[in-house]
C-alpha cells in the first residue's frame, strides 16, 4: 500500500456525534505517550456560509474537509511509531457528506464531483490498522452534546443523530479494511473509572501486540 514509508501504525476512533472520541485520543495519548492528530474543524473557513446556508455551502465545506482530511492522512502516514486520529476521512464522505446528499443539500452534480475525488483519495492513503468505534445511546449522545455546549452544536436535531447512526451502522458493517474494535460508550468510563482503563487498555493492545508499550 501507499505511503507508509517509516512503517508507523495508525489508530483510528470513530463514532458519531458525542461518543467520546476526543476523550479516547486524549486517554490513549497519555496512556501510550502516542501522538494524536485531530480533526480540523475550526480552520474550515467555509462552515459560518454553512450554517447560514446549507444548501449553497454544503459543497464547499464538505470539499474542504475532505481535501484537509487528506492532507492528514498524508502527514500521520509519514511519522514514526504509533498514532491516533480522532474521526477519519471515511466518516467524512460515508457519514457526513452522504448525510447532506441525502438530504438534498447536494446537487447530483457537485455530488458526483465529490465521490470521484473521495475514490481517488482512498487509492493515495494508508487504511489505518485499528478502527476503533464507539456507539452509545441517544440520550447519553444529546446529554454529552448540552452538557459541553459547543455553539456549532447546540441546534443539532435528534433526527439528524439517527441519520447519521443509521450511515454509521452501514458503513461499519461493511467495513474491512482493517481491524475493528467497537467500544459502547453509554457507561464506560476510561478517563477516571480504572477498571475501564484497565479494559480498555486489554482490549486495544490485544489487536496491536506488538505496536503499544506501556
Not at 47 to 66: K, N
Request: aromatic share 12%; with cysteine; proline share 3%.
Amino acid at each position: 500500500m501507499k505511503g507508509a514509508a517509516k512503517g508507523g501504525k495508525t489508530i483510528a476512533i470513530a463514532g458519531n456525534i458525542g461518543t467520546g472520541k476526543s476523550s479516547l485520543v486524549e486517554f490513549l495519548t497519555r496512556t501510550y505517550g502516542i501522538k494524536p492528530f485531530y480533526e480540523p474543524n475550526d480552520e474550515n473557513p467555509y462552515l459560518p456560509d454553512f450554517y447560514a446556508d446549507m444548501q449553497r455551502w454544503a459543497f464547499h465545506s464538505q470539499l474542504y474537509f475532505l481535501s484537509s482530511k487528506f492532507r492528514l492522512h498524508q502527514q500521520l502516514e509519514r511519522v514514526a511509531g504509533v498514532v491516533v486520529l480522532d474521526r477519519t476521512i471515511y466518516e467524512d464522505a460515508e457519514i457526513f457528506a452522504t448525510a447532506l446528499h441525502r438530504m438534498r443539500k447536494f446537487n447530483g452534480r457537485d455530488w458526483d464531483t465529490y465521490r470521484g475525488f473521495y475514490e481517488v483519495i482512498l487509492d493515495a492513503i494508508r487504511p489505518p490498522d485499528l478502527m476503533i468505534y464507539l456507539r452509545c445511546s441517544m440520550r447519553t449522545l444529546r446529554q454529552r452534546i448540552r452538557l459541553r455546549g459547543r455553539n456549532m452544536e447546540k441546534d443539532i436535531s435528534l433526527s439528524y443523530l439517527k441519520r447519521l447512526e443509521h450511515l454509521y451502522q452501514g458503513w461499519l458493517e461493511n467495513y474491512t479494511l482493517s481491524e475493528v474494535l467497537v467500544l459502547e460508550t453509554d457507561k464506560l468510563d476510561y478517563v477516571n473509572d480504572l477498571v475501564d482503563c484497565i479494559d480498555v487498555m486489554e482490549r486495544v493492545e490485544a489487536l496491536l501486540p506488538t505496536a503499544l508499550r506501556r
